[in-house]
Every structure is written in structure tokens, then in C-alpha cells.
């Protein structure tokens, strides 16, 4: 067969939280495409297994994303890269606002806000011609539930921020994907059974009818790195969460 060249071939993708889940199902789309990743994470075990799954040549670093410090300290070591993709956040604890604990709610969006918002501050200015930014929302923001106050903050949050990064930083392109319901280690936290029934529920409510992989969502990043207009908007992949 011919030589067909990839379509990120020799693209440096920087991807943090990407040793499971989401980010690890786009750090592996993007190896496929052809580019050279970066995947960062907390843990150095998940980063080690998830290495062995990537190509050779491959780099892989334990950083605390909470800490701002830790963040900047990565990027004034990394050197320049093409494209910058954040997926890191741990499991969400669901509460009514009247039983929710507000210096816990502030540690959620430590990870899932703040720290995006540093790894934009430290890694933008070694972002190559043509390259781009992917944040993570959720459908929480335009749909939320009882309990969802957290969630909902924080989706919101992050895709003004977004947009107000896309103005900033042009012509850095800045998006964000916007999952529904996703088969991930982001529901571990809850009881097997409360977690199947909520897959189940899913399942028959959404249009798709199917709950989402990590791997739909990693074609979604893929495309928002390859595509070389859009800029300042959120890329929903719900199966139909926002229509029902």
C-alpha cells in the first residue's frame, strides 16, 4: 500500500488527564493519526500501563494538576507542541445545594476549571502556527438535574471561558467538547448498580440509544484539532441528551 500521510503526522499533542478515559481514548485516536503524544497525568502507574498501549516515543509525566506551580513548571520544561487538550477531573459527587460541602465543591473546580485555566496560561505562548486549545465541558451546563449545582458551575464556566480565550489568543483556535453520559472511570465513585441503572436509563431516554464511549468523544477532539476554522465553540456529543 502507498505511504498515505497522517493527517496529525508530526503534530505534538499535548493531552492532560489522559491515562484513562477520555483523554486516554484521544491520546490513542491521536497516536493513530499520526502525532507524536504527551499524555500527563497524577498518577505514575496509569501512566506507565498507558504507555505500553501508545506508540514508541511516546512521553508520559506524573504532575499534580492541582497545583498551579506544578502546571507552570511543566510547560517551562516541555518546549513548543502544536496542539494542547484537557480531559483531567475526578469523580463529581452529586449533591442537593442544601447538602452540598462548598470547600469540597471549590476542590472540584480546583481540577476541572482552575486548572485549565493555568495550563492556558503557561502553555499558550509555546503553541506552534496553526495549533489549538480543547477544554471539556458537559451537557450539565445547558441540562442539569437536581443535585448537578457543581457540575453545572463549572460547565458553564468553562465554555465562557472558551470564548473568551478564542478572542484572547487568536489565532490560537480554542474550543471545547461537550459530552452527555460517557462510559468512564468518572462514575466509579458510585454503587455498581446505581451506576448500571443510571446506564440503563440513559440508554432508553437518548436518541442514539446508547450510552457514549470514551472513543466518541476522542473523535470529537481529533476533529476539533484537524479542522482549521472553527474557533470559540462547543462541540456537543450527547447522543441526544440536549434534544429529549
Not at 492532560?16 to 499520526?34: L, R
Not at 464511549?213 to 481529533?222: M, Q, S
Not at 472553527?230 to 447522543?239: H, K
Request: proline share 3%; net charge neutral.
Amino acid at each position: 500500500m502507498p505511504n498515505i500521510k497522517k493527517s496529525l503526522g508530526g503534530k505534538r499533542v499535548i493531552l492532560m488527564g489522559a491515562s484513562s478515559g477520555i483523554g486516554f481514548a484521544t491520546a490513542k485516536a491521536a497516536a493513530e493519526q499520526g502525532a507524536n503524544v504527551v499524555i500527563v497525568s497524577s498518577n505514575q502507574q496509569r501512566i506507565d500501563k498507558a504507555l505500553t498501549e501508545l506508540p514508541k516515543g511516546s512521553e508520559g509525566y506524573a504532575v499534580d494538576l492541582s497545583k498551579e506551580e506544578n502546571i507552570k513548571d511543566f510547560f517551562s520544561k516541555i518546549g513548543k507542541f502544536d496542539h494542547l487538550v484537557f480531559t483531567a477531573g475526578e469523580n463529581l459527587t452529586l449533591n442537593n445545594i442544601s447538602e452540598t460541602n462548598i470547600d469540597q465543591a471549590r476542590d472540584f473546580f480546583t481540577l476541572r476549571f482552575w486548572a485549565p485555566f493555568a495550563a492556558i496560561k503557561y502553555g499558550a505562548s509555546s503553541i506552534n502556527n496553526g495549533g489549538s486549545i480543547s477544554l471539556t465541558s458537559g451537557t450539565a451546563s445547558a441540562r442539569p438535574g437536581a443535585g448537578w449545582s457543581v457540575a453545572s458551575a463549572i460547565c458553564g464556566a468553562t465554555e465562557g471561558f472558551v470564548r473568551a480565550m478564542a478572542v484572547e489568543l487568536a489565532p490560537v483556535r480554542v474550543n471545547c467538547v461537550v459530552p452527555g453520559v460517557i462510559k468512564t472511570p468518572l462514575w466509579d465513585s458510585m454503587l455498581e448498580s446505581d451506576r448500571e441503572g443510571l446506564y440503563q436509563y440513559t440508554s432508553n431516554s437518548l436518541l442514539a440509544k446508547r450510552v457514549g464511549e470514551a472513543g466518541d468523544v476522542a473523535e470529537g477532539f481529533i476533529y476539533l484539532m484537524k479542522q482549521k476554522h472553527g474557533t470559540g465553540q462547543s462541540l456537543v456529543i450527547d447522543g441526544g441528551t440536549l434534544l429529549v
